[in-house]
């Protein structure tokens, strides 16, 4: 059975930090591609980070350049989104996805909650 479950969402105040994480069960976590979107309200699903199985590369989007990290531990199967410098703008519930190019399978995870408020 295959799982993504996210955690580490929660309240913070403008420019605080949060750490997501997104822990992976059911497939072989090491060969997908990992990614963080995000859906704030009334809003599309936007990409966020992703960071390949080979080489690890990354990419973000540009409104969160310079301040969100995004990392994985294949031997935890997990996935992190660090953020940092917090904004108003980053509201939204933040999901992971799995995806592996050569079959175009893709997994999700149900999502968590960042507020960024004072």
């Known amino acids: 059975q295959v799982q993504l479950v996210e955690s580490g969402g929660g309240l913070v105040q403008p420019g605080g930090s949060l750490r997501l994480s997104c822990a992976a069960s059911?497939?072989?976590?090491?060969?997908?591609?990992m990614s963080w979107y995000r859906q704030a309200p009334g809003k599309e699903r936007e990409l966020v980070a992703t960071?390949?199985?080979?080489?690890?590369?990354?990419n973000y989007a540009d409104s969160v350049k310079g301040r969100f990290t995004i990392s994985r531990d294949n031997a935890k199967k997990t996935v992190y989104l660090q953020m940092n410098s917090l904004k108003p703008e980053d509201t939204a519930v933040y999901y992971c996805?799995?995806?592996?190019?050569?079959?175009?399978?893709?997994?999700w995870g149900q999502g968590t909650q960042v507020t960024v408020s004072s």
């Open positions: 996805k799995a995806y592996f190019g050569w079959t175009r399978k893709e997994y």
């Open positions: 960071i390949t199985t080979i080489g690890g590369r990354t």
């Open positions: 059911g497939f072989s976590f090491s060969t997908y591609d």
